[in-house]
Structure formats: C-alpha cells, structure tokens
T-cell receptor
Framework: AQSVTQLDSQVPVFEEAPVELRCNYSSSVSVYLFWYVQYPNQGLQLLLKYLSGSTLVKGINGFEAEFNKSQTSFHLRKPSVHISDTAEYFC????????????FGTGTRLLVSP | SAVISQKPSRDICQRGTSLTIQCQVDSQVTMMFWYRQQPGQSLTLIATANQGSEATYESGFVIDKFPISRPNLTFSTLTVSNMSPEDSSIYLCSLATSVGSDTQYFGPGTRLTVL
C-alpha cells in the first residue's frame, strides 16, 4: 500500500530561522505531491504542488519544496520563518491513477517562537 | 479557486444520534470528497461523491454508517449515523474542479464531538 511518512511530529524553531519539514513516500509509479497547511481551527490550504517538470517547486508564503525521485522525498523548506507560520503541515500524495485519491502523512506541527 | 462552506462548523452530539453535515460550493464542480481527521491524526478519505452516481467508499467505511448525498454539482451532505464517541473528529469536504484535475481544495471542516 502507498504511504506517506512525515518523520517529525513537531518542529520547534525560532523566528527568522530556516526550517525544513521532511516528507517521504513509497511508490513505484509516478505521483503528484502536495503540501497543505492547516492553521488552528481552520481547514486545509494548499501550499504547493509537484506534478512534473522542475523538481524545485515554489509555493505561497515563501515556502518551497524539492522533489527527489531517487530518495522518494518531497521536503518543505522556508529560509526564514515567521510567528504566523505556526501551523500543522501535511504532505500528501496522489498516485496519479486518475481517481484523485490523496494519501496524507501524519502531519508536522511547526512551532515558531520569538 | 472555489469557495467552500460547511455547516455546522461544530457540534456536540449525544451517543446514538445522527448528524448531517452540509458542504456547499459557489461553483459547479465534478468531484467532491469527504475526509475524516481524528484527534491528533491525519486525514483519511471516507468516500468520493460524484453527482449522478452512488458514492464510492474507501476500505473501512460503509454507506450505512456514512450515507452521502450529491444532489447537484454544488452541494453534498455526509451523515454520521448512530454516533459513538469514536466518531469525534473533524469532517472535511473537498473538491476537484474536474475529472483529472490535479488539485483538491478543502472546506473549513466540521468539528464533531460525541458524548
């Protein structure tokens, strides 16, 4: 079965520091990859997505992610975080079967402190 | 992207009762989905709801427990039947604007607590 692994359940970081949230997936077929953010008491918002082409994807709020096929990873990065980036971040995979079934990771809580 | 609303935003229900959650979209969309997010966990797909056909349920979810309606291209409902405390979760609807669309957009969610 396909799976998505987010190894870090929580990542504490100081404001203006860089951050990387890790995501690995298991699949032998081509995939679509997504990062969603969930702010407290809100729904999910799409941060960025990888479908094909350039492996470095830029999203909203200064986030970017790099698709690494050999390592089956799609890590999310931001060079300088803000307090407002405190949220839950979910990595998700669509196995590109045409059925649009998203498989989500368990999420990483980013805690930004002053 | 489409604007998605859900009603109610939250509810507290008694064991054994049922709750119907509504998902409204401000434009016509082909595919809608229902997810469950249990406390402290990730999202799990319950079913896919396409207008004009029966909902397709994922493993572990059944129509008797989670009946879904999709009467038109802008609206869907999910009912959580005969609730137990284990059903306490956030329920989210999402949509894809067309078959083969690469991105899903999510509603704000309904936070359900079952006592």
């Amino acid at each position: 079965a396909q799976s998505v692994t987010q190894l870090d359940s929580q990542v504490p970081v100081f404001e203006e520091a860089p951050v990387e949230l890790r995501c690995n997936y298991s699949s032998s077929v081509s995939v679509y990859l997504f990062w969603y953010v969930q702010y407290p008491n809100q729904g999910l918002q799409l941060l960025l997505k990888y479908l094909s082409g350039s492996t470095l994807v830029k999203g909203i709020n200064g986030f970017e992610a790099e698709f690494n096929k050999s390592q089956t990873s799609f890590h999310l990065r931001k060079p300088s975080v803000h307090i407002s980036d405190t949220a839950e971040y979910f990595c998700a995979v669509d196995m590109n079967t045409g059925f649009q079934k998203l498989v989500f990771g368990t999420g990483t809580r980013l805690l930004v402190s002053p | 992207s489409a604007v998605i609303s859900q009603k109610p935003s939250r509810d507290i229900c008694q064991r054994g009762t049922s709750l119907t959650i509504q998902c409204q979209v401000d434009s016509q969309v082909t595919m809608m989905f229902w997810y469950r997010q249990q406390p402290g966990q990730s999202l799990t797909l319950i079913a896919t709801a396409n207008q004009g056909s029966e909902a397709t349920y994922e493993s572990g979810f059944v129509i008797d427990k989670f009946p879904i309606s999709r009467p038109n291209l802008t609206f869907s409902t999910l009912t959580v039947s005969n609730m137990s405390p284990e059903d306490s979760s956030i329920y989210l609807c999402s949509l894809a604007t067309s078959v083969g669309s690469d991105t899903q957009y999510f509603g704000p969610g309904t936070r359900l607590t079952v006592l």
